[in-house]
């Protein structure tokens, strides 16, 4: 412990000249290593070694316990002798006494769901000499060959075990919307940094290019349409047309904020469009960061987590950052032995591609960004996030015994309420970063989750 933050006072210089990183920056750095150390090798649905474990949860607290001195001051009322006085206070800041238990919780739910795939039988993983890989794997192995094939009977899995297998599957997704909402709300707050700003072109034309600017700025605009005539086909692709928006974006806003026009970021366009086009914008860049939640980070994020001077800034978002990569990683393993259930029962689907970057977990239900504070509080009034196989065939048979016992009461109405609650619903959740827009943003058509999908 004394070696660790040795190197984080020390700003990750060992020759003590004063030449390393931030805080902020070091103790971002350390709690990434620190997961990559623990989670980097989480090939399969199973529960973590203990000492693994152990040493994960060591590890964060030590690093999380900088955020218990990072207060603020409060009033307070006391009352002395019969009279009442204000007093101020010290309390942890706002922001952190709200997300370091919600990402606490986030976390614990991501162990625990790897914990519930202990007492599985059904779906195995071959070892790395076996000779019984499939040419039909091939194709999925193609991008990430490191990843066991997950193995499934001839006919594939049980009833009980596929619905037990989506019941994670959305309970995970839950996770990893309220660990992307908290990493999206922070990155928000972070100042942009004026490196980034001063690399920036002048108009947002030279930053999205000719053919993406027009397409922007037509009178009628579709996002959807927008989407489907860019070329998506490669991560790389994905990320240079974040990058440009996000550019954009920032010009854009700064332009409006120059409106003498003796600024170099004067615009000419009236106020009222510019601010349209920068909405559309932010359309398009919402639907991106939805679409595919496992795309690297843009140089925006890159430029804010570099530059960053808020220690409490950088312990939530990287913090939020790896549980929402834990989080996708995990999706994508019950995602793997899903995808050999359906070859199973189907093998004509070999021949379609799958396409890693799409988020298949993502219910076709209209675009809204997580709000993190009801996001949480939906995951604690919930379905139980810990249910193992047997709990949940346990679990699936009460359910059962109390419907036919309202059954036998002739209460329809009721019934078929209950039936029409599934247990994996993913609730809705909305930023509350800008209310009117997403307002907006619920009236365009064509803001829709995929229905298939790091």
Not at 261 to 270: H, P
């Amino acid at each position: 412990m004394k070696e660790r933050f040795s190197k984080l006072l020390l700003g990750e210089d060992m020759s003590g000249h004063g030449k390393g990183v931030s805080s902020a920056l070091a103790l971002s750095n350390a709690i990434t290593n620190v997961a990559a150390s623990v989670f980097g090798e989480l090939r399969r649905l199973e529960p973590m070694p203990v000492e693994r474990k152990t040493m994960w949860r060591r590890e964060i607290d030590w690093l999380l316990s900088v955020s218990d001195h990072i207060v603020e001051m409060v009033p307070q009322q006391r009352s002395k002798d019969g009279t009442s006085m204000e007093v101020m206070v010290t309390r942890q800041r706002c922001d952190l006494l709200m997300n370091i238990p919600a990402l606490r919780k986030l976390d614990a739910m991501l162990i625990d769901t790897l914990e519930n795939f202990k007492d599985q039988k059904e779906f195995y993983y071959p070892s790395g000499d076996a000779k019984d890989s499939s040419r039909e794997d091939s194709q999925r192995t193609s991008d990430k060959w490191w990843i066991p094939n997950a193995k499934v009977p001839p006919n594939g899995l049980s009833e009980v075990t596929r619905k037990w297998l989506q019941f994670q599957k959305d309970s995970v997704n839950q996770v990893l919307k309220a660990a992307m909402a908290i990493n999206a709300q922070i990155l928000s707050e972070m100042e942009i940094p004026e490196n980034y700003i001063e690399s920036l072109p002048k108009n947002g034309r030279a930053s999205l290019g000719d053919s993406i600017y027009k397409s922007i700025t037509v009178d009628h605009f579709d996002p959807g349409q927008f989407l489907s005539t860019m070329d998506l086909s490669s991560n790389r692709k994905i990320l240079d047309l974040k990058n440009r928006i996000e550019a954009s974006i920032v010009i854009w806003k700064r332009k409006m904020h120059n409106k003498d026009g003796k600024s170099a970021w004067a615009s000419a366009v009236s106020l009222e469009k510019r601010e349209l086009f920068e909405e559309r914008a932010e359309t398009i860049l919402l639907i991106i960061k939805q679409r595919y939640p496992g795309l690297d980070q843009s140089q925006l994020d890159i430029n804010k987590i570099q530059f960053n001077q808020d220690v409490g800034h950088a312990i939530l978002e990287s913090y939020s950052r790896i549980l929402e990569t834990l989080a996708f990683t995990v999706l994508s393993r019950i995602e793997d032995v899903l995808y050999a259930d359906s070859l199973a029962q189907n093998p004509a689907l070999a021949s379609c591609k799958r396409n890693p970057l799409r988020g298949s977990s993502l219910d076709p239900e209209p675009l809204n960004f997580p709000n993190p504070k009801e996001e949480i509080e939906k995951l604690s009034t919930g379905t139980p996030q810990s249910m193992t196989l047997s709990d949940f065939m346990g679990w699936n048979l009460e359910k059962e015994d109390g419907e036919e016992k309202k059954g036998s009461g002739g209460n329809s109405e009721e019934l078929s309420k209950n039936d029409e609650k599934p247990m994996t619903k993913i609730a809705n959740i909305i930023t509350n970063k800008k209310v009117s827009y997403i307002e907006k943003l619920e009236n365009l058509g064509g803001l829709r989750s995929p229905t298939a999908r790091h």
